[in-house]
């Protein structure tokens, strides 16, 4: 039960282990006409990895992030990293934050101010937080998961303990990509508690019943149609880590450019480099590409899967280039749906590229839940 103040400190032979490997990195080859069709392009994981090299400050990221208050406990025998930011408005609501593959905490750091403290930003004071924001098992710096099991299922339930054991009597949960899967089953299995669950996906498809697709609108349609192509020429990680993860993690362990590589392939060249490098960064920091990826392992083995719909309140933001939720299908995994807004811009990372417009709709929704 015991909670314990945590400071993120990376010894300095570390970084350096880090530079050496970069300085002698051995570059694959690639086709001359070579487009993101077979991946994530040599010329463009190259510009990241100068930048890593030359220009990269892991120590000024560091600092930012040990701004808040940050702790550890151990929850169903599992290490848990989490910052815990408390709002300087007494009555704010709790709000827990969950991260998803291959981001981290540092997802949420363009968000934490504004949704803790709306008052310093223009905002009302009445849509305040505090924040509870967890590193999931496997992941940064909850460490590695030294047993079977660890799916969204279970880290909803040490989600509701670890609110539980912050005090917090009533809380809301908002999730994005795995949080996204997370935050729902917390709702599930904590419904006494939690007032309501906001994400940015709702990962509901098709049954594979030709009947459920003849009275989609043709917009649905085009979603239904964009999902399959994805499944066939964009989830690769998913295949990979949900059949085999041990495979490819030998090599991320061993290599920092594989590592980039990889988790570069969903961050993508849209975002600020600096914010592909430290989500990278704190995965080869802590070793923790093995782990992370039997998240999805687990998942996709789990025995234990609920059948019933969720009955707690959700609400989705779904923003432009993310996947594009259906609907009707969601209401048939969940059914209490009380918002559900889309956006003609942002990202799979909204609150990185999009904090404004995450931030609205997150205190709209919980206007309307608490």
């Known amino acids: 039960m015991s909670i314990h103040e945590f400071r993120i400190d990376i ?12 300085s002698r990195v051995r570059w694959t080859n690639e086709l001359p006409d070579g487009g993101t069709d077979y991946g994530v392009p040599l010329e463009y994981l190259q510009s990241l990895v100068q930048r890593w090299r030359d220009d990269y400050d892991w120590r000024a990221w560091e600092a930012r992030l040990n701004q808040y208050p940050q702790f550890t406990t151990t929850i169903d025998g599992q290490n848990v990293h989490f910052l815990h930011v408390r709002s300087p408005e007494p009555d704010a609501t709790p709000l827990l934050l969950t991260h998803g593959w291959p981001t981290t905490v540092v997802e949420y750091l363009d968000v934490i101010d504004r949704l803790s403290d709306p008052r310093a930003h223009g905002g009302d ?14 992941f940064g710096f909850s460490g590695h998961t030294t047993e079977r099991g660890w799916n969204r299922y279970r880290v909803a339930r040490a989600w509701a303990e670890l609110m539980s054991r912050l005090g917090y009597e009533r809380y809301g949960a908002h999730g994005n990509d795995g949080g996204s899967l997370i935050s729902p089953e917390v709702g ?27 009275g989609l609108s043709e917009e649905d349609r085009k979603r239904v149609e964009f999902l399959g192509w994805w499944t066939e020429n964009g989830g690769a990680y998913d295949k990979l880590q949900s059949t085999a993860p041990q495979t490819l993690s030998h090599a991320l362990a061993d290599s920092p450019v594989g590592q980039l590589g990889w988790n570069a392939q969903l961050l993508g060249a849209n975002l600020d480099p600096d914010y592909v490098l430290t989500n990278t960064m704190i995965y080869w920091l802590t070793n ?10 687990e998942d996709f083995h789990a025995t234990d899967k609920p059948t019933e719909p969720t009955t707690v309140p959700l609400g989705l933001a779904n923003f432009a280039w993310d996947f594009q939720s259906i609907r009707v299908f969601a209401e048939r995994d969940h059914k209490n749906i009380v918002s559900w807004n889309t956006y003609d811009t942002g990202s799979h990372f909204a609150a990185h590229d999009a904090p404004d417009l995450l931030t609205d709709d997150i205190r709209t929704f919980f206007r309307r839940v608490s």
């Open 188 to 214: 599930r299995c904590d419904p006494d508690h939690v007032l309501g669950v906001h994400v940015t996906q709702v990962f509901s498809f098709p049954s594979g019943d030709p009947a459920e697709l003849e």
């Open 125 to 138: 004071p009445a849509d305040a937080f505090h924040l509870v924001i967890p590193s999931v098992p496997g």
């Open 288 to 297: 923790t590409a093995a782990s992370s990826a039997r998240l999805y392992y």
């Open 11 to 22: 010894p300095q032979a570390d970084l350096d282990d880090l530079t050496q490997r970069l």
